[in-house]
């Protein structure tokens, strides 16, 4: 990270000039405005870029986006003050004493509260930051930066992405600062700064500033050299005397001098880029573009004194133009890609109204603290995750959910950050701050996701480390061998061998089709956790589906109660006076438990408290032991507390045993009942029902018969999965047989199997996968984990809230099994279009190179071919973003 020199600066110069401030200036720093001087670190501004931010009420400006980084975060952080006591130009001091000194250079982002708008806390101590770099030019650039960070000690995990240049580094801060982070980027000769979608946006519009340009500035100046080229194609040569025509040798000196100028400007990058790359023993993919341009460019300054030869003026100077363009189209596929993936964090505003003891204030969102009461206008997108705490109203979640109306939201609702309030003001109690919020982790698993790459997408990038080690031995071998076949020809052949090959298409065939992809799943509201899981998503043959969660709503409803009567019936057990005081028993035993079940139990004991507190047989029966009204807390103290998956629960409720789950679980075999329990409970499996009961020392007290909903279009997507060929289509349930045969006659699914604990379920998913199947497995996370981790391609539901706990392949936010169908559609598209990348950039540079090292192909045509290459796969992986315009 560079903070006080210029963009055009060597960043060799950073460690002296950023513990400081300069002392050449005589104003203070704290009041200037000065467009002309950096306010950051007080050196020269770049009269070509116009970098401003408002500090202290005032717009400042500054020499680099680095400056502009740090004046950033620290006004963000809260601490804005700084700029009030800092150190003074002359070298005084201002008045606060002991200014620490991580606020005059890189250290500033070694302090915690500068840290809590871009660095995230994880297990064990560690810490999470994302970068975005500058200057990444190549495949062999990001390897580079990833390998001298992971040799830091302390340091514990990194990985860069090509596409969007974002680094996720994770390091120990008791080994290792951030500041030293940073400085060892620093003095490889990159630039970084904490990952902010619009700090990026900004960074790379100037980037597009500066490629057009250059563009505009080199055609305008080959324009002249290609005039002259082409009249002497037509017109030139050598004459009957063995000498130049007066026109054709003023030309080659003009062409000389215009050529001159390109290089020195225009291809400034490539031999700064090349120069960097060889300064670390690494080789770029500049490094054979710099060689090429070199030696036609010696040749011809050789060929023009001495009148003899073919020039290549304008082979440099197509190329050149050539490779502008290429390289500004890439840049605009990078930006595509990365605003696919940053438009989640876009919409979150920097400024929120918090209600405070004095009235309500404007604050920066990075300074909510959990608590806080935030007020929510009509239009406004909700910055955190909080609970609506007064008033109501409908909120716009399609940026998370894909669902495209509004959703009701009322007083105790939780309300997740990136939706956008539609009817009318609300206040809502942060729960959760800014890096911590629901929004932030779909950022971060999203990226963390991409890091997973197909397997041929990993031996892509391999390749192109090594590729341009290959191509200057071709280029070496070739020379030698046209040294002896023809020694004129050895430069225009050399130099076509430099130039043709395409690095830089191999390098792209995946990162770009892999970022739309990924930007692609979000706005369905598919959360991509493991991007290599898309090669067996295309393939599988078999997808198969829990029942309770999955095909259902998972929000099963108590529909009917019963309680044994000593004849061998049922009593409704909703009119018995100790009804509630058993709901209170099975709610303490499920207390604990997130399954769908559970929840439903839990909810019967709610409902029943809510509506009537003060039923005194209720009370009676509870005893002291029950005396929660918030439901925080279980009715009963529960001990000895077991869980059997797929079983049930047991427990130890004021010294008896109780039991709550399948009935043989509670030691009640549906043949030991009497008839009419039998009849009542087959009829309501027969209708998909489920059916669990409580028992008291082996004896049964209660039924409960719970309803669940299947979940919309369900009958459809089973549907159109069908006609993508997945025709082996299997439910795997917990439930009862007769309840799952009764939800698969209703889907028209022929294979299902009940009664199935989660061993059971791993062991015939592992069976099957033997016989060579490859499976989808469709759950609800809960019970299913052992089965999802064994699965090809794991699906789950998740809460928002529950995000960073969810482990599956994919995640669906939407809730909606519709979405499966279309993400299969758009693996299946990714997959085509990576593999046609590849295709085209390894059959390109099989095929180019043997011919340019033919003598078959000239230096233009080699340019041409180079640029085309890039184009075309940059292009070809845009197809993904045509297909995402039409996501409703």
Same mark, same amino acid.
């Given at each position: 990270?560079?903070?006080?020199? @210029? %963009?055009? !600066? $060597? +960043? /060799?110069? *950073?460690?002296?000039? =950023?513990?400081?401030?300069?002392? @050449? %200036?005589? !104003? $203070? +720093? /704290?009041? *200037?405005?000065?467009? =002309? ?410 990226d963390k996701g991409i890091e997973s790459k197909p397997i041929y997408a990993i031996l892509a990038q391999q390749a192109a480390k090594w590729f341009v080690l290959a191509v200057l031995i071709i280029a070496s071998t070739t020379m030698i061998v046209w040294w002896q076949i023809d020694p004129e020809r050895v430069l225009p052949v050399v130099v076509s061998v430099l130039i043709i090959t395409c690095p830089c298409a191999l390098a792209l065939a995946t990162p770009v089709a892999l970022s739309l992809s990924s930007g692609y799943f979000a706005r369905l509201g598919i959360l991509p956790m493991r991007m290599a899981a898309i090669e067996e998503l295309t393939s599988a043959d078999t997808i198969v589906f829990d029942k309770t969660g999955t095909l259902t709503l998972g929000k099963p409803v108590l529909k009917e109660a019963w ?326």
């Amino acid at each position: 990270m560079v903070m006080t020199t @210029s %963009q055009d !600066d $060597d +960043l /060799s110069k *950073s460690d002296t000039t =950023s513990s400081t401030v300069i002392a @050449s %200036q005589a !104003d $203070d +720093l /704290s009041d *200037s405005t000065d467009a =002309s001087i950096c306010y950051q670190c007080g050196l020269p501004n770049n009269p070509n870029l116009d970098i401003s931010y408002p500090v202290l009420g005032k717009e400042r400006y500054f020499c680099c986006y680095g400056c502009h980084a740090v004046a950033k975060t620290i006004v963000e952080s809260g601490m804005e003050s700084y700029y009030q006591h800092r150190e003074t130009v002359d070298g005084s001091q201002g008045p606060t004493e002991g200014l620490p000194e991580f606020l005059k250079n890189l250290t500033v982002y070694d302090n915690l509260e500068v840290q809590q708008s871009f660095v995230r806390a994880k297990k064990d101590g560690l810490q999470e930051a994302y970068l975005i770099l500058e200057d990444i030019r190549c495949a062999a650039c990001v390897w580079l930066n990833e390998q001298q960070l992971r040799a830091l000690e302390g340091v514990v995990d990194v990985n860069m992405d090509y596409t969007s240049h974002q680094a996720r580094v994770v390091w120990d801060p008791d080994v290792i600062a951030l500041s030293e982070i940073l400085k060892t980027i620093a003095s490889i000769g990159y630039k970084a700064h904490p990952f902010d979608p619009t700090q990026r946006e900004k960074l790379i519009e100037e980037q597009k500033r500066k490629s057009v340009s250059k563009i505009l500035f080199s055609v305008l100046l080959g324009m002249e050299v290609m005039a002259h080229a082409i009249a002497t194609y037509w017109m030139g040569g050598i004459k009957e005397d063995g000498n130049l025509a007066l026109w054709e040798i003023i030309g080659r000196y003009t062409d000389l001098i215009v050529v001159t100028v390109m290089l020195g400007y225009s291809g400034a990058d490539f031999y700064q880029s090349a120069w960097r790359d060889l300064k670390n023993k690494q080789l770029g993919m500049d490094i054979p573009i710099v060689l090429g341009l070199t030696t036609a460019y010696v040749g011809s300054v050789i060929a023009t004194f001495t009148q003899q030869h073919d020039v290549y003026f304008d082979s440099i100077a197509m190329f050149i133009v050539l490779i502008l363009i290429a390289r500004y189209f890439e840049l605009n596929g990078r930006i595509i890609a990365g605003n696919s993936l940053d438009r989640l964090l876009k919409i979150i505003p920097k400024k929120v109204t918090r209600e405070g003891v004095d009235g309500v204030e404007t604050v920066l969102v990075t300074e909510l603290n959990v608590g806080d009461c935030i007020l929510i206008n009509p239009g406004e997108t909700v910055p955190v995750d909080g609970i609506l705490y007064e008033g109501y109203s409908s909120f716009d979640e399609s940026l998370l959910t894909g669902e495209v109306m509004p959703v009701l939201r009322r007083v105790g609702d939780q309300i997740i950050s990136g939706s956008c309030n539609v009817d009318q003001p609300v206040k809502i109690k942060v729960e959760r701050n800014s890096n911590k919020s629901t929004l932030n982790d779909i950022k971060t698993l999203l990226d963390k996701g991409i890091e997973s790459k197909p397997i041929y997408a990993i031996l892509a990038q391999q390749a192109a480390k090594w590729f341009v080690l290959a191509v200057l031995i071709i280029a070496s071998t070739t020379m030698i061998v046209w040294w002896q076949i023809d020694p004129e020809r050895v430069l225009p052949v050399v130099v076509s061998v430099l130039i043709i090959t395409c690095p830089c298409a191999l390098a792209l065939a995946t990162p770009v089709a892999l970022s739309l992809s990924s930007g692609y799943f979000a706005r369905l509201g598919i959360l991509p956790m493991r991007m290599a899981a898309i090669e067996e998503l295309t393939s599988a043959d078999t997808i198969v589906f829990d029942k309770t969660g999955t095909l259902t709503l998972g929000k099963p409803v108590l529909k009917e109660a019963w309680q044994p009567s000593s004849d061998g019936g049922f009593l409704e057990a909703k009119t018995q006076n100790d009804f509630g005081y058993l709901c209170a028993i099975a709610a303490s035993l499920e207390w604990h438990s997130e399954h769908p079940i559970a929840q439903a139990v839990k909810n019967i004991d709610i409902d029943l408290h809510t509506k009537s507190q003060t039923n005194s047989q209720t009370n009676l029966h509870r005893g002291n032991t029950h005396q929660n009204t918030d439901h925080n807390t279980a009715p009963f103290k529960v001990e000895k507390r077991v869980n059997l998956p797929g079983e049930g629960i047991k427990g130890e409720i004021d010294g008896n045993t109780w039991r709550i789950g399948k009935l043989d679980f509670c030691g009640e075999s549906i043949d030991s009942l009497g008839s009419q329990q039998q009849e009542i409970i087959n009829a309501a499996r027969n209708q998909g029902h489920i059916v669990i009961g409580l028992a008291k020392e082996n004896s049964l007290k209660l039924l409960f018969v719970l309803e669940d909903a299947l979940r919309p279009k369900v009958t459809e997507t089973l549907a159109a999965l069908k006609k993508q060929g997945m025709d082996k289509i299997i439910i795997l349930s917990g439930d009862h047989p007769d309840s799952v045969k009764q939800i698969a006659s209703k889907l028209g699914i022929k294979e299902y199997h009940g009664h199935q604990t989660p061993e059971g379920k791993l062991n015939w998913i592992q069976a099957h996968q033997k016989k060579g199947h490859k499976i989808i497995m469709v759950g609800d996370g809960i019970n299913d984990a052992p089965t999802l981790a064994a699965a090809n391609v794991s699906i789950s539901f998740a809460e928002a809230t529950e995000l960073a706990q969810i482990n599956s392949d994919f995640v669906l936010l939407s809730q909606q099994l519709d979405r499966l169908p279309e993400m299969r559609n758009i693996a299946i598209r990714t997959r085509r279009i990576i593999l046609q990348n590849l295709t085209w950039a390894i059959g390109y540079n099989f095929t180019a190179v043997p011919f340019a090292a033919l003598g078959l192909i000239p230096p233009w045509g080699a340019a041409l071919g180079m640029s085309l290459s890039s184009f075309i796969v940059i292009s070809n992986s845009l197809r993904l973003k045509v297909g995402e315009k039409n996501v409703k």
